[in-house]
Nanobody
Framework: QVQLVESGGGLVQAGGSLRLSCAAD????????MGWFRQAPGKERQFVAS????????YYIESVKGRFTISRDNAKNTVYLQMNSLKPEDTAVYYC???????????????WGQGTQVTVSS
């Protein structure tokens, strides 16, 4: 049974930082992309960032470029999302996701985390 366990969410003021972590328990995702989606109330789940197995390919949604950094530690089966200069519009539940290949597509995700709440106050 594969589990993706997220941590690091919380409440922060605008301009602050948070670091999300997602640890994969149960297997090693060799050759898989890992990353993050987010979903705000009343909105569709949205791609945020992804990273390939070797880390050589990273993708970001335009609105977080320059503020968020994705990384992974394959020895720990863990992916991270460092979020700086947070804005109220970043408020959402953030979901860890895993898919074979070099990036993530919401319709092809093979494993989802349970989600962690990020709230940015103005």
């Amino acid at each position: 049974q594969v589990q993706l366990v997220e941590s690091g969410g919380g409440l922060v003021q605008a301009g602050g930082s948070l670091r999300l972590s997602c640890a994969a328990d149960g297997r090693t995702f060799s050759g898989y992309a890992m990353g993050w989606f987010r979903q705000a109330p009343g909105k569709e789940r949205q791609f945020v960032a992804s990273i390939s197995w070797g880390g050589g390919q990273t993708y970001y949604i335009e609105s977080v470029k320059g503020r968020f950094t994705i990384s992974r530690d394959n020895a720990k089966n863990t992916v991270y999302l460092q979020m700086n200069s947070l804005k109220p519009e970043d408020t959402a539940v953030y979901y860890c996701a895993v898919q074979s290949g070099s990036t993530l597509y919401v319709t092809a995700i093979e494993f989802w985390g349970q989600g962690t709440q990020v709230t940015v106050s103005s």
